[in-house]
């Protein structure tokens, strides 16, 4: 028996020329509870940045679960996938790590964090019904999970004249970018992540403005 946290089940469909200048992520927390010869499989998924955050969600589900057997993991990070970790927790070694990262790459997501917590029903599962029990608690909370494509960022140096900032603003923030700085004098500085999917309209636009300069930094 399966529940699942959320009732919207999004997926967003990669495109593969797209999936050059993206890359897909966890949308927001998701949860699902896969029960298996009365032991309870609780699921929960994560976007994440860094492995500060990764530290950060696997203490709170400790302390909202500090009586359950197991709190096994697996984490993706970074735009190449590189940056991985998972644990089995104590379970044994493979059952359970491995199999919650499987379902991560099989939707080829970063940025992303699956925590699942055990709480033992007093059946031994055995080797493949454990290894079974954490795959499925995975894929069913990516089910109840928004997959969504997110733009690469690059950051971008835009220098203007005062009387122009708030039009340089505007321009970015229409496309999406992150104002990273400002500096605000005769001469203003502005320093911002732009998406690649919108910078080549994001960099026409500025370059209508007589004396901006956007350069890659």
Do not use: W
Not at 34 to 54: N, Q, V
Request: overall charge positive.
């Amino acid at each position: 028996m399966a529940t699942c946290g959320y009732e919207v089940n999004t997926i967003f469909a990669p495109n593969d020329k797209l999936l050059m200048e993206s890359y897909l992520t966890i949308g927001q927390e998701g949860f699902a509870e896969h029960k298996m010869f009365e032991s309870r499989f609780l699921a929960f998924a994560y976007p994440i940045k860094s492995t500060e955050d990764f530290k950060g969600k696997i203490a709170h589900l400790k302390k909202l679960h500090p009586k359950a057997n197991h709190h096994c993991f697996a984490y993706r990070l970074g735009l190449d996938g590189n940056s991985s970790r998972n644990s089995d927790a104590g379970e044994p070694s493979g059952t359970a790590g491995r199999p919650i990262l499987g379902q991560i790459d099989s939707k080829n997501l970063t940025d992303s964090l699956i925590v699942v917590v055990r709480y033992f029903g007093g059946v031994l599962l055995g080797i493949p019904r454990l290894t079974n029990a954490y795959k499925t608690a995975a894929s069913l909370v990516l089910q109840c999970t928004p997959i969504i494509q997110k733009s690469i960022l690059k950051t971008y140096g835009i220098d203007c004249h005062y009387p122009d900032l708030h039009s340089v603003l505007k321009i970015l923030r229409a496309g999406n970018s992150v104002i990273i700085q400002q500096e605000m004098q005769l001469f203003c500085h502005v320093k911002a992540d732009i998406p690649i999917l919108q910078s080549e309209i994001i960099l026409n636009n500025l370059q209508q403005i007589p004396g901006v300069i956007a350069r890659e930094v």
